[in-house]
């Protein structure tokens, strides 16, 4: 028995499994208030990322393009960005922050955004929108390295890093997040309620999930502010859910600002979230209390339903973000199930180095392997080509096609997810999300029993 990292066997990406930097930054810049961001590239750089934002939370949100064309990509586009920044200021007046996100293209032609960041600081904001609060901010994303899942840590050390501005403690915690779903934010807004601690979530996504009101308006937009930006520097510490987004923001913090940090567990299932509330008890003194220690058994007593009887050395593959991936292995293997194979889609070389990996690698009693810089022809190759038996895939929506074509079910978990019904609501973390997660679960293998018109010893049910 052996879990094995290797490389994807071949060059190049057939299905990727997720999309480029510029798309993790832009999900970073909807969860401030007060804020629209701009692309520095071609519209297409804006308009399949929303459209993947529109499908997943069947919302609006708004984002503006420097719409560089042909000319632009030969000769320089700074001129762009400076009419993007005019033209967006002009057409919203409310808006405080406008990061300029870069791409591939621009970053290839070398571009100078901060130079020109610079240059409208002291030209165009003073003289034609004087009195006004405006912050530009430079957000390094080209396409040619990376992900989603670096773009969204680096734009959210480059915001933490404009914005944290040393002053009076304030007594809070910050909670960076990660690419996370409003329904996990409620979540994990409720364990901090519980045990009274005041947090600055980084971001405040919750209200993307935006009621339609008598006006009719209908964007959504996250609710972190400027003001909560700045204060990050004076909190009592920085939990950061996850190593691969947000986790330089927090390393930024305590480096600059000595804001003790505490980097993961992604708190997904039993454990991590008990590890997450410690971290919480040691950063801020405040003790767990017994609701919580309830809301703890009742999810406990809902595993064991399902755990031993429905669960047990079913085998799983799992795709997706990496702390995600990683957090979803971890769970899994808690409940008695097999994660055989782990999809991680980029790529970052430090992966494979990762101590959760390596726990894994020292502790699992069944065979695994992970694959590096994956994509879904991954999947599809291991279960055709290799006979890779498995019960259930846990993935995003683009992978949907390889459980269909290969008789395989399915629990959507992480982003993009479209062809279900409000999967934004559910949380994947805390107790909550473990109760959710599970029963979604094994849901998905009894309606495929039934499917397959398999008898219930299948389920381990006598």
């Not at 913090?253 to 454990?271: C, K, M, S, V, Y």
């Not at 395989?408 to 062809?419: A, I, L, Q």
Request: hydrophobic share 40%; glycine share 8%; aromatic share 8%.
């Amino acid at each position: 028995m052996s879990c094995e990292v290797v490389q994807k066997e071949r060059n190049g990406v057939i299905n990727p499994i997720f999309t480029c930097q510029p798309a993790g930054a832009q999900y970073a810049s909807i969860g401030i208030k007060d804020c629209i961001g701009i692309v520095h590239g071609g519209q297409g750089c804006v308009m399949f990322v929303r459209l993947l934002f529109s499908q997943h939370f069947k919302d609006n949100f708004l984002l503006a393009s420097s719409s560089v064309h042909e000319d632009g990509a030969v000769f320089g586009a700074l001129d762009r960005v400076e009419t993007a920044v005019d033209v967006l200021l002009m057409r919203y007046p409310d808006v405080k922050v406008v990061p300029i996100i870069t791409t591939c293209s621009t970053e290839v032609i070398g571009d100078d955004v901060d130079g020109v960041v610079n240059k409208l600081n002291r030209g165009l904001l003073k003289d034609k929108y004087a009195g006004r609060e405006v912050h530009l901010v430079p957000i390094h994303s080209p396409s040619f390295i990376g992900s989603q899942v670096s773009g969204y840590d680096v734009a959210v050390e480059s915001f933490v890093s404009h914005f944290a501005k040393k002053d009076k403690p304030n007594g809070k915690l910050n909670l960076i997040t990660g690419w996370v779903n409003p329904g996990d934010v409620k979540a994990l807004k409720h364990l901090l309620a519980v045990m009274e601690v005041d947090a600055t979530v980084l971001f405040e996504i919750e209200s993307f999930d935006s009621p339609i009101l008598p006006d009719k308006s209908g964007e959504s937009h996250g609710s972190t502010t400027v003001e909560d930006l700045q204060g990050t520097a004076n909190a009592l510490g920085t939990i950061a859910l996850n190593k691969y987004e947000g986790g330089k923001a927090a390393k930024y913090l305590e480096n600059e600002f000595d804001i003790p940090a505490i980097i993961g567990p992604t708190p997904i299932g039993i454990r991590n979230t008990d590890l997450f509330l410690n971290n919480v008890k040691r950063l801020t003194g405040k003790s767990i209390p017994k609701s919580l220690v309830h809301e703890r058994g009742v999810a406990i007593d809902a595993l064991a339903d399902l755990v031993h009887m429905f669960l047990a050395d079913k085998k799983v593959a799992i795709y997706g973000h990496p702390d995600l991936v990683i957090g979803l292995a971890e769970f899994c293997i808690d409940l008695e199930m097999k994660p055989v194979l782990l999809l991680l889609g980029d790529d970052n070389t430090t992966y494979k180095n990762d101590p959760r990996i390596k726990q894994l690698q020292a502790n699992v009693d069944f065979d695994m392997e992970i694959v590096l810089n994956a994509d879904l022809m991954v999947l599809e190759n291991r279960i055709k080509e290799k006979k890779l038996e498995l019960d259930l895939i846990l993935g995003h929506s683009k992978g949907r096609f390889v459980a269909i074509d290969n008789n395989v079910p399915m629990v959507r978990v992480g982003f993009p997810v479209y062809d279900r019904a409000g999967f934004y609501r559910h949380p994947v973390v805390g107790y909550e999300g473990a109760i959710w997660l599970a029963e979604e679960m094994a849901n998905t293998l009894f309606t495929d029993m039934e499917y397959k018109r398999n008898k219930e010893w299948i389920l381990n049910v006598w």
